[in-house]
């Protein structure tokens, strides 16, 4: 999959001028250690991994998968690991036929695989690969008239409600972008659609902003976005065993009672094949931003002008996933877990989605190796993972993590994922502890390209944008930049494998890359997504690879041999403090829309100036909004900065503390993001315990924060907020209290 | 041409409500007379005449223009006007070649004529038309590189020159919008080009906004868009005669010696065309708002990839321009001039451009006809004037202007234009003292679709599209609709034949119309703007043709017998100390952006984050802003309020007062406007007098207020700036200081 944000990691100047502590900097055999790794990690290395493992269609249930684990196997305990292969058995539906045909007004076949390209000498190879199309879609066989749905998200039916054009029993042409692919398909089923055709219009990943491939490394005109559209926002990984690991003893749900699975059949296609019939709608015309980028006019059509047969039909047998683990065992502190993880399926050869990922964390496993030969041991234990699976679902990582639930919630402090990798800027998104623990590991890398810090150039972006572009940068980001603190961390949604760490289990987590510069977009999830593709336009020569391995591999060794994880909970508090302000804006803001909404109506106003060649209705009236009680999340937030502020001055000297102190102190810690779950869940969907974090119902890789009380504002559902308003100050109030308690430890008054 | 602006005119409340007082409303006999002059307008009249003038091509020169005229000339009589025909001769181009051919990559010959529409009858009666071209390029034939420029402004010249990218010797390609046309081929001028190329964009004016002719409205493949190109934000008018009317008589520069005509050669194309050119160009990649709606990508080019050989040649005789102008003589104040005017001419058919406003015109003139034969005279004096030659540069209202400039002087109170009209929302710009007195007769007449006063209709789009699109819609405008007062009238620039009466004269003036549903953008200065293209797209019926006579008719018919011209200057006082808050701002911003700049060009911030695949240079340095004694305008703005404050409250009870008082404040303000006035005009442009309102430089149509403050400050000429504020003060003072004198002579105490 890929990150959703590109939210830039940076800090912003030398660590003596930091507005926060900076994270404890590593000692002087550490320091010594890092440079030995460093001097470990090789582009070559990456390269020649990267052209192997894309050499060949790579997707779940491929040979070339299977053949990957096995090789990363070999590796793993050629250098050094205790490594094993964990095998699955998920529902994984491999299509059998993919048809799609205009029908009317003249009959044309369209669709099928993507062309192969010269200059792209594995764009040939596709025997065995994956054609055009996405995941747990529902088998159909359908013939209906076609309705454009721009984005085909919430705001788009209410224009076309507006309109007065309905899409039921009609096939929605929505085009990629606005929001995670599997909305689309699921509010088309909830509006009555029949069928889901999904296509990437050049406004959004095309020669609006890259030349087409292999020009550039744009989408061309009959690339296809594969992708899955799996409802992982109510639980990711094998739809037949939520909350368990898939072996062969769980107990399954059937296909027909997975509720992750779509009922109408869903095809995703491209600019060419969409503009054939863009080109033939009827209808009111489509204006503003709610039309893309082909040199045609766009109309919403739904009339019988336009019919289009998709049929789509899926082997869905169960299929096998390989997760290969490699496990250090740690000399101090074996049963503390450091997690490293990123997956190596794709969706076809998968070489910048997620080898450029994958080859970064084979090289840190190849060099950590190379100095346990030399003598060092971690302190702690550290956990290598590949996942399978993760394009279908997040497949592997929801299973092992799942399946070891227990074990992790125990002993896992850690996990750090990384996904596609490209050319850029620094990245992160994770638990907000540990702001100041990845700016620091930032600031001690040197950025390839720019020849600084690698914080260094992600700062001068932010500042740059700014003032080329001031709405582009969002404020906090912009002020932490210009303050010359830490920059935040994103808030993690979804969109790779964190998810069941952070937000089923309550692991500290983070995701790391650097973007911005490639153009891996254009052949993301296309048979173009090749090592040719990667090395001409997303990270030639594989520089950011190897800066991505040394960033990670500090996190790891940090956390490794550190006396704790670093983590500075002020960090943690000013930032939900930042989301209770916005939560509570949110329902001001939502309430004086609707009240505005309310005047128009019963004046008349939409009425009086609607236009007589496009009428609109007014829209709908949702009533409005109540002013909710918000003092529990402000309590919360209060006591959490009091005890955060507390906690971070007694760890700044918990090094003078008994030994005994602070291994009860460190074991407080070692869990405490867990107190953020709440055993219920969030609303309608109980997989998701975190109240801090999650993937949003509607956004889909998009986080939202708070998720239970924010999406319920937006949602209308106003008892859950109440009810979830007093639940998540609870679980604040909860990590606040252990925060209290381990002060009151260090001085002797618990 | 066309009104820049879609500035919305609308009350909101009842005027028992407003917020502002109401203009005088008239009284009983008023009132039965604008009900007879109601019944007395056609828009089966105005129907019959605009597909009669609109018959055959209708521009400078043309022999239908000369019979449009004396068609005109003979209505006038007819209806009891006393008529006659003002001619001047002026330097007008006639294109007597407009060669334009794609030489490299490949030979292709491009331009011409546009193609005829099966659907309107009109667009095959091209023999005699202009080809498309723009009135006052410079001759000439050249072959050159061309280069893409955006919409060919000062921050597309420096986005090319952050990528190294030059037009010295080349010929740009400039889309239209975001700037008037002229600016373009000056731009490029200055930059060095030796041609200019400027096309029709879809993502302007065609399938991004409007189903193409003859589906809709919006601009074909090959519609394209004429017009002139003069610089008249220098000065409007015959470019031989500045200052002075154009008779036999008048001293003449010479075409070398007149600074309004461009060097180099000039066309518009059709986006058919430009595709051509697009499609084939290399360089850098256009990205972001800079590219336009072509289903394609964009790059800036610049090499000799793509050669355009491009040769214009006019005929540069002088030519006679035909006024028509009609008086009805004042029956009390014969010496008091209300003068109301459209133009005529098109630059083919000229439907929409100007023929709606021009049949609203003649409805009214005709009505007011009627009601003088039915015994009633006008208090003052009415001139109707029917202009020629607006489409190349204004040139028949500004020489008449400057013919008779001392006795406009004065005589004339006031000035109200017209020029194409559609359907939709009565919008109206103008002198900032008049914005009850529009406002309360746009209460008084009915929108023909909503069936509610035209301003009702008007706020509830305003209010409507704020709930829709906040940002779409300006503060000061949501606030005056929302607060229930009248709304704001928006400021001239230029664009429209009341440039030479308002800023060249100082006469209080106005621009009033109805637009925003009207697709007439589609057919602007083409072969299409026809009376098909009309009364399918723009003003179906021409009902919104008898709106606008109904509004200006009560104009016309209050302002010339109501005791006075109604103006509230307590309006143009908050607007001006609004202004005065703007430039204060403009200086602030800019300072702070300054400092910006400098701040990250010292940091290195824009070289550290520098794209390896389109490396963008830093932005030019330009200084620091200084930070502008504004003291002067504050007080004069102070002095205004305080001054206007007491003179409405004089005037709201004026008739208590005795006659030849009254006679004495009247005189003194029949001509207050004319204080706005500098002998000395604005910097480098001494024709443009008039130090509160200006058509901008760099913005051609656009308005600039307080002009010789902002410019200056826009475009760092801090001198002029600190001599403009103090310039700018002292007409804004001598103003105040009017007022302060006739309300003084009310009481005795002067």
Same mark, same amino acid.
């Given at each position: 999959?890929?990150?959703?944000?590109?939210?830039?990691?940076?800090?912003?100047?030398?660590?003596?001028?930091?507005?926060?502590?900076?994270?404890?900097?590593?000692?002087?055999?550490?320091?010594?250690?890092?440079?030995?790794?460093?001097?470990?990690?090789?582009?070559?290395?990456?390269?020649?991994?990267?052209?192997?493992?894309?050499?060949?269609?790579?997707?779940?249930?491929?040979?070339?998968?299977?053949?990957?684990?096995?090789?990363?196997?070999?590796?793993?305990?050629?250098?050094?690991?205790?490594?094993?292969?964990?095998?699955?058995?998920?529902?994984?539906?491999?299509?059998?036929?993919?048809?799609?045909?205009?029908?009317?007004?003249?009959?044309?076949?369209?669709?099928?695989?993507?062309?192969?390209?010269?200059?792209?000498?594995?764009?040939?190879?596709?025997?065995?690969?994956?054609?055009?199309?996405?995941?747990?879609?529902?088998?159909?066989?359908?013939?209906?008239?076609?309705?454009?749905?721009?984005?085909?998200?919430?705001? *788009?039916?209410?224009?076309?409600?507006?309109?007065?054009?309905?899409?039921?029993?009609?096939?929605?042409?929505?085009?990629?972008?606005?929001?995670?692919?599997?909305?689309?398909?699921?509010?088309?089923?909830?509006?009555?659609?029949?069928?889901?055709?999904?296509?990437?219009?050049?406004?959004?990943?095309?020669?609006?902003?890259? *030349?087409?491939?292999?020009?550039?490394?744009?989408?061309?005109?009959?690339?296809?976005?594969?992708?899955?559209?799996?409802?992982?926002?109510?639980?990711?990984?094998?739809?037949?065993?939520?909350?368990?690991?898939?072996?062969?003893?769980?107990?399954?749900?059937?296909?027909?009672?997975?509720?992750?699975?779509?009922?109408?059949?869903?095809?995703?296609?491209?600019?060419?094949?969409?503009?054939?019939?863009?080109?033939?709608?009827?209808?009111?015309?489509?204006?503003?931003?709610?039309?893309?980028?082909?040199?045609?006019?766009?109309?919403?059509?739904?009339?019988?002008?336009?019919?289009?047969?998709?049929?789509?039909?899926?082997?869905?047998?169960?299929?096998?996933?390989?997760?290969?683990?490699?496990?250090?065992?740690?000399?101090?502190?074996?049963?503390?877990?450091?997690?490293?993880?990123?997956?190596?399926?794709?969706?076809?050869?998968?070489?910048?989605?997620?080898?450029?990922?994958?080859?970064?964390?084979?090289?840190?496993?190849?060099?950590?190796?190379?100095?346990?030969?030399?003598?060092?041991?971690?302190?702690?234990?550290?956990?290598?993972?590949?996942?399978?699976?993760?394009?279908?679902?997040?497949?592997?990582?929801?299973?092992?993590?799942?399946?070891?639930?227990?074990?992790?919630?125990?002993?896992?402090?850690?996990?750090?994922?990384?996904?596609?990798?490209?050319?850029?800027?620094?990245?992160?998104?994770?638990?907000?502890?540990?702001?100041?623990?990845?700016?620091?590991?930032?600031?001690?890398?040197?950025?390839?390209?720019?020849?600084?810090?690698?914080?260094?150039?992600?700062?001068?972006?932010?500042?740059?944008?700014?003032?080329?572009?001031?709405?582009?940068?969002?404020?906090?980001?912009?002020?932490?930049?210009?303050?010359?603190?830490?920059?935040?961390?994103?808030?993690?949604?979804?969109?790779?494998?964190?998810?069941?760490?952070?937000?089923?289990?309550?692991?500290?987590?983070?995701?790391?890359?650097?973007?911005?510069?490639?153009?891996?977009?254009?052949?993301?999830?296309?048979?173009?997504?090749?090592?040719?593709?990667?090395?001409?336009?997303?990270?030639?020569?594989?520089?950011?690879?190897?800066?991505?391995?040394?960033?990670?591999?500090?996190?790891?060794?940090?956390?490794?041999?550190?006396?704790?994880?670093?983590?500075?909970?002020?960090?943690?508090?000013?930032?939900?403090?930042?989301?209770?302000?916005?939560?509570?804006?949110?329902?001001? *803001?939502?309430?004086?829309?609707?009240?505005?909404?309310?005047?128009?109506?019963?004046?008349?106003?939409?009425?009086?100036?609607?236009?007589?060649?496009?009428?609109?209705?007014?829209?709908?009236?949702?009533?409005?909004?109540?002013?909710?009680?918000?003092?529990?999340?402000?309590?919360?937030?209060?006591?959490?900065?009091?005890?955060?502020?507390?906690? *971070?001055?007694?760890?700044?000297?918990?090094?003078?503390?008994?030994?005994?102190?602070?291994?009860?102190?460190?074991?407080?810690?070692?869990?405490?993001?867990?107190?953020?779950?709440?055993?219920?869940?969030?609303?309608?969907?109980?997989?998701?315990?975190?109240?801090?974090?999650?993937?949003?119902?509607?956004?889909?890789?998009?986080?939202?924060?708070?998720?239970?009380?924010?999406?319920?504002?937006?949602?209308?559902?106003?008892?859950?907020?109440?009810?979830?308003?007093?639940?998540?100050?609870?679980?604040?109030?909860?990590?606040?209290?252990?925060?209290?308690?381990?002060?009151?430890?260090?001085?002797?008054?618990?």
């Amino acid at each position: 999959m890929n990150r959703y944000s590109l939210a830039l990691l940076a800090s912003v100047a030398a660590a003596a001028f930091s507005a926060a502590p900076a994270a404890a900097a590593p000692g002087v055999d550490a320091k010594a250690r890092e440079t030995a790794f460093d001097a470990l990690i090789s582009s070559a290395d990456q390269q020649r991994w990267l052209e192997d493992m894309s050499s060949a269609p790579n997707h779940v249930g491929s040979p070339h998968d299977k053949a990957n684990a096995e090789m990363q196997l070999a590796l793993f305990k050629q250098w050094g690991w205790d490594a094993h292969i964990e095998r699955f058995d998920v529902l994984y539906p491999t299509p059998i036929s993919t048809n799609f045909e205009m029908v009317a007004p003249t009959r044309v076949t369209l669709g099928g695989q993507e062309p192969a390209i010269a200059q792209d000498p594995t764009s040939s190879r596709t025997a065995g690969a994956l054609p055009p199309y996405v995941a747990y879609q529902g088998d159909g066989d359908v013939t209906a008239p076609v309705v454009y749905v721009n984005y085909g998200l919430p705001a *788009d039916y209410d224009a076309l409600e507006q309109r007065g054009i309905s899409v039921k029993g009609k096939i929605i042409l929505a085009r990629y972008g606005g929001g995670w692919r599997g909305l689309k398909p699921r509010l088309a089923q909830e509006h009555g659609a029949v069928g889901c055709l999904i296509y990437s219009d050049p406004a959004d990943d095309s020669f609006a902003e890259a *030349d087409p491939y292999p020009l550039g490394g744009g989408r061309p005109e009959h690339g296809v976005q594969r992708g899955s559209v799996q409802d992982m926002t109510t639980y990711p990984g094998d739809p037949l065993t939520p909350g368990v690991g898939a072996t062969p003893s769980a107990h399954r749900l059937t296909r027909q009672t997975a509720t992750t699975i779509l009922k109408i059949p869903a095809l995703p296609i491209s600019y060419a094949d969409a503009g054939q019939l863009i080109a033939r709608l009827d209808g009111p015309l489509v204006t503003g931003k709610a039309r893309g980028g082909l040199g045609m006019a766009y109309h919403w059509g739904g009339s019988d002008a336009v019919k289009v047969h998709l049929a789509v039909k899926s082997d869905w047998s169960l299929k096998p996933i390989y997760d290969v683990i490699a496990v250090m065992k740690g000399s101090t502190y074996p049963d503390q877990w450091i997690v490293r993880g990123n997956h190596h399926d794709g969706w076809v050869f998968g070489a910048s989605d997620p080898l450029t990922g994958q080859v970064a964390l084979m090289s840190e496993a190849k060099a950590l190796g190379q100095l346990a030969r030399q003598g060092w041991r971690p302190a702690r234990t550290i956990v290598y993972a590949s996942w399978d699976g993760e394009e279908p679902g997040l497949l592997g990582s929801t299973e092992w993590a799942e399946e070891h639930a227990d074990e992790l919630k125990r002993k896992a402090l850690l996990y750090i994922n990384t996904d596609n990798n490209g050319r850029g800027y620094l990245e992160a998104e994770g638990s907000h502890e540990l702001q100041s623990f990845v700016n620091q590991a930032g600031r001690d890398v040197t950025d390839p390209q720019a020849g600084v810090p690698t914080v260094e150039r992600s700062r001068a972006a932010i500042l740059a944008n700014h003032y080329l572009a001031p709405d582009s940068v969002p404020d906090a980001r912009f002020d932490a930049a210009k303050a010359g603190g830490d920059l935040p961390l994103g808030p993690l949604g979804s969109g790779s494998d964190y998810t069941a760490f952070l937000q089923h289990l309550g692991i500290a987590s983070l995701n790391i890359g650097f973007g911005g510069e490639d153009q891996s977009s254009g052949s993301y999830h296309s048979i173009y997504d090749s090592y040719y593709h990667v090395t001409h336009f997303d990270d030639p020569g594989l520089a950011y690879g190897a800066a991505l391995s040394k960033v990670v591999g500090r996190l790891v060794l940090r956390a490794a041999d550190g006396p704790r994880v670093p983590a500075h909970y002020g960090d943690f508090a000013s930032t939900v403090a930042r989301y209770v302000t916005e939560v509570e804006k949110l329902d001001a *803001d939502q309430r004086e829309k609707d009240r505005a909404l309310a005047d128009a109506r019963r004046e008349g106003y939409f009425k009086l100036s609607a236009s007589p060649t496009d009428p609109l209705a007014a829209p709908r009236d949702r009533g409005v909004t109540p002013l909710l009680d918000m003092l529990p999340l402000d309590n919360a937030a209060d006591h959490l900065k009091r005890a955060a502020s507390a906690a *971070d001055a007694m760890l700044a000297r918990a090094e003078t503390l008994p030994p005994a102190t602070r291994a009860r102190i460190d074991a407080g810690l070692a869990d405490i993001d867990q107190l953020l779950l709440d055993p219920a869940g969030l609303p309608r969907r109980p997989w998701f315990k975190n109240l801090i974090y999650a993937p949003g119902t509607l956004t889909g890789y998009g986080a939202k924060t708070l998720p239970g009380v924010r999406e319920a504002i937006e949602q209308r559902r106003f008892d859950d907020a109440r009810t979830y308003i007093v639940r998540t100050a609870a679980v604040i109030e909860a990590y606040a209290a252990r925060l209290d308690a381990l002060v009151a430890l260090s001085r002797g008054t618990a």
